[in-house]
């Protein structure tokens, strides 16, 4: 099966900008998840989407929002950027309940 | 929320030694902790798992253990390569309403494994 992709895999956008990040899942795998990667803050939850709801929801502010869709591709969107957005976007695929794989990363840089 | 706290942050072994990674985690509910490893600009990329109803797990040169009472898990690289240099990651897992699941990082390892 092929893995879980993520597009684009790089991206350079302006503080006040908003961004559109993408990702695939595993084929049959219908729960995704974000999670921001910084070198401070590490590893953290974005938000979880299954079946096209949103079933868990980390402590990101409203700008970091996400959506799913019927074929269980996922979107995430950061508005109003700031300079502290830039890190990894890294999202994960897993069936209902399960081992998570993660996709390659999206590397957002704010200017 | 769950907490998870990783030691060492650091790790220098001989090639041939073992390499262990200790982690704690605060909510007794997790019931589910997994290890990734991520080489640098790659994918975290799952390495082994471990439920609460099992105290140990091995599969080839890495093994994890778990402590439930003292919420407490471990993970153990035995016989290091040069390739397992990397940055390690254990996590733990709080189920949550239908069936949701959220993973809790701890900050990283990074693994050096010396030739």
């Not at chain 1, 084929?27 to 938000?47: D, E, I, K, M």
């Not at chain 2, 060492?8 to 490893?37: H, M, R």
Request: proline share 5%.
């Amino acid at each position: 099966k092929a893995g879980v992709t993520q597009t684009p895999r790089y991206l350079i956008k302006t503080r006040g900008q908003q961004v559109t990040l993408s990702c695939s899942p595993i084929s049959g795998h219908r729960s995704v998840s974000w999670y921001q990667q910084t070198p401070g803050q590490g590893l953290q939850f974005l938000f979880e989407y299954f079946s096209e709801t949103q079933r868990n929801k980390g402590n990101f502010p409203g700008r970091f929002s996400g959506r799913q869709f019927s074929n269980s591709r996922s979107e995430m969107n950061v508005s109003t950027l700031e300079l502290g957005d830039s890190a990894l976007y890294l999202c994960a695929s897993s069936l209902e309940v399960g081992e998570q794989y993660f996709g390659p990363g999206t590397r957002l840089t704010v200017t | 929320g769950e907490n998870v706290e990783q030691h060492p942050s650091t790790l220098s072994v001989q090639e041939g030694d073992s390499a262990v990674i200790k982690c704690t985690y605060s909510d007794s509910a997790s019931n589910y902790f997994p290890w990734y490893k991520q080489e640098l600009g790659k994918r975290p990329q799952l390495i082994i798992d471990i439920r609460s109803n099992v105290g140990e797990k091995k599969d080839q040169r890495i093994a994890v253990t778990l402590n439930k009472t003292a919420k407490h898990f471990s993970l153990h690289i035995t016989e290091t390569q040069p390739e397992d240099s990397a940055v390690y990651f254990c996590a733990a897992s709080i189920p949550k309403s239908g069936s949701a699941r959220q993973l809790t990082f701890g900050s990283g390892t990074q693994l050096t494994v010396l030739p």
